[in-house]
Structures are given as structure tokens and as C-alpha cells.
């Protein structure tokens, strides 16, 4: 019996993994909000409960959502943009490498794929997410000084205060955090999606999504694992965002020594725990959702 080929569509794919990562985003904002918070705190090491609390007790429960304006800017078009590139990097590459390799070697030659092809398309993503999440960042600490009245407000004044270099002047940091961050992710889970789908005896059905504990299991180990990787990236990119540079001068090298020095080497994983605990839930929003229409419309490493 011969497998039906099926419809190539990646913009359905981006579409509705955009959407559900959106989703996602706005149901875990409160513990991006904490993680912000706990990145933020220089005198102590703060806990998940700890950072809670801080912003509960002393603030308001409401102002766990400070920024949440953010979201469908910061989620939907940056993720959705991501994963059209990367299922059009990803079938062109699997094009090329077939033909190239003996029965037997290509499907391990096209394991590869994903770390060349997941850092492109972050890279021509990450350009869409930048000024939101130096101005998300910014929001989530609710003090006087970066009270935005919104998003494009905020934007504005923003690069009328500092210029709207400003808002990109993070960029190099963030594309190391993200590319290394969505290379492992995606790599670990496509490793752990071609061993499941490996498994299956009936070659007919190769490219049938994974069962939901399958997926649900895939994604938060790769999420996790990828999470704990960068996250001493992520805390220096939460202390860079909130320099006013119109006031203090931005400088990479005088942050990490500060911290450091006063810190310590602690300070560097700082919002761990909420960091693995927050992607971990938020990918299994999206995950599920993107594999489900991967199977239907994209391609599959074992192609």
C-alpha cells in the first residue's frame, strides 16, 4: 500500500502555531512577569514564591499582567514568522539531501537539518520581537519611570528618549539567547519526535502526529533542557533592557562584572527555576498544535 503524498502548507502551520503560542503566552504572562522580577532583584536571591509575593503583597495581583499589552506583538507574528521559516528552510534542505546519502544514512544526514535550519529562521524572526520585549521588560517592573500608557506609546517614547536605536540595541544579545535557545529546543525535539516515529512498525503512518502524552513529554524535556542552557543570557538581556541609556551608559562588560562582584556567580541563574517551570508549560501550548499540523502539511526528518 503506497503512502499518500500529502499538502506541503507551512502557512498553516505558522498560523495556527502563532496563534496557540499566543495563547500560551498570555495564560503564563504572570510567571515571565515574576521571572522579570526575580532577574531584576540585586539584594537577595529570589525563589518562584518569593518573586510572587514581592509583586502580590507590595503591589496588587493586577500587576502580574503589567505589559500584557505585549502579547499578540510579541507572541503571535514573531512565532508565527519563525516556524514559516523554518518548515520552508527545513523542505528545501530535505530536498537537497536526498540523493545525496545511501539508503539507511539520509534520514541521519536530515537529523542535522534542524540545527543549521532553526537558527536562520530565528534569526529573521527575532527582528519582529526585539522593541516589544525591550519595552514588555520595562512594563513588567512597574516603576515611575518606564510607566508607558501602551504599547505603541511606549515604543515612541522610548526612541524619543534614547532614540529608536535603542530598541535594537539588545539585539546581538537576544539573537544569542534565542538562536541557541530554539536550536537546542528544536533539535532536541526533533531527535525525540524521529525516535518515536521510529518505533512504529507501519511505515504508512511515519509522519502521523504523536500522541499527546508523546508530544506533551517531547516538547517539555527539550523546553526545559534548552531553557536551563541560556538562561545566564537571559538574565544579562533583563538587566540590559532596563538601562535607561539615557541616563546610565550601556555596557555589557560593566553589567556582568557588577553582578558578579555584588551578586555573584548565584546571580547568573537568578529566575532558573521560574524560567524552566514558565517555557516549559508555555511550549506545551503551541508544541502539540505544531505538531498536529506539521503531520498534516509539513515535512517530517524522516522524509
Request: glycine share 6%; aromatic share 16%.
Amino acid at each position: 500500500m503506497s503512502e499518500n503524498k500529502q499538502e506541503f502548507n507551512p502557512l498553516l502551520i505558522a498560523f495556527y502555531s502563532g496563534l496557540a503560542s499566543m495563547v500560551g503566552d498570555m495564560i503564563m504572562f504572570p510567571f515571565d512577569t515574576i521571572g522579570t522580577r526575580i532577574k531584576a532583584h540585586k539584594s537577595e536571591f529570589l525563589g518562584m514564591k518569593q518573586g510572587y509575593d514581592l509583586i502580590v503583597k507590595n503591589e496588587g495581583f493586577k500587576y502580574l499582567f503589567k505589559g500584557f499589552s505585549t502579547t499578540v506583538m510579541g507572541s503571535f507574528i514573531p512565532y508565527g514568522s519563525y516556524f514559516l521559516a523554518y518548515e520552508y528552510m527545513n523542505y528545501y534542505a530535505i530536498k537537497l539531501t536526498k540523493g545525496l546519502e545511501k539508503d539507511g544514512q539520509k534520514s541521519k544526514l536530515n537529523l542535522l537539518i534542524p540545527l543549521i535550519t532553526s537558527p536562520l529562521a530565528e534569526a529573521l524572526s527575532v527582528i519582529t520581537y526585539i522593541p516589544f520585549d525591550t519595552l514588555r521588560t520595562r512594563m513588567q517592573m512597574n516603576v515611575p519611570e518606564y510607566n508607558y500608557k501602551g504599547v505603541f506609546s511606549g515604543l515612541m517614547e522610548i526612541s524619543r528618549k534614547e532614540g529608536w536605536i535603542r530598541l535594537f540595541q539588545a539585539s546581538y544579545l537576544y539573537m544569542a539567547s534565542v538562536v541557541v535557545y530554539t536550536t537546542f529546543q528544536m533539535w532536541f525535539y526533533e531527535l525525540l519526535r524521529y525516535e518515536i516515529l521510529r518505533q512504529r512498525t507501519d511505515l504508512t503512518i511515519h509522519n502521523q502526529s504523536l500522541a499527546i502524552h508523546q508530544s506533551i513529554i517531547a516538547t517539555m524535556i527539550s523546553t526545559a533542557l534548552a531553557a536551563a542552557i541560556v538562561n545566564p543570557v537571559d538574565f544579562i538581556i533583563t538587566r540590559y533592557q532596563l538601562v535607561d541609556s539615557s541616563q546610565q551608559q550601556l555596557s555589557i562588560k560593566s553589567l556582568v562584572l557588577d553582578a558578579w562582584h555584588q551578586e555573584g556567580k548565584k546571580a547568573f541563574l537568578k529566575g532558573l527555576g521560574t524560567r524552566v517551570f514558565q517555557y516549559s508549560l508555555f511550549s506545551i501550548f503551541y508544541f502539540p498544535v505544531y505538531d498536529h499540523f506539521k503531520s498534516k502539511y509539513g515535512i517530517t526528518l524522516a522524509d
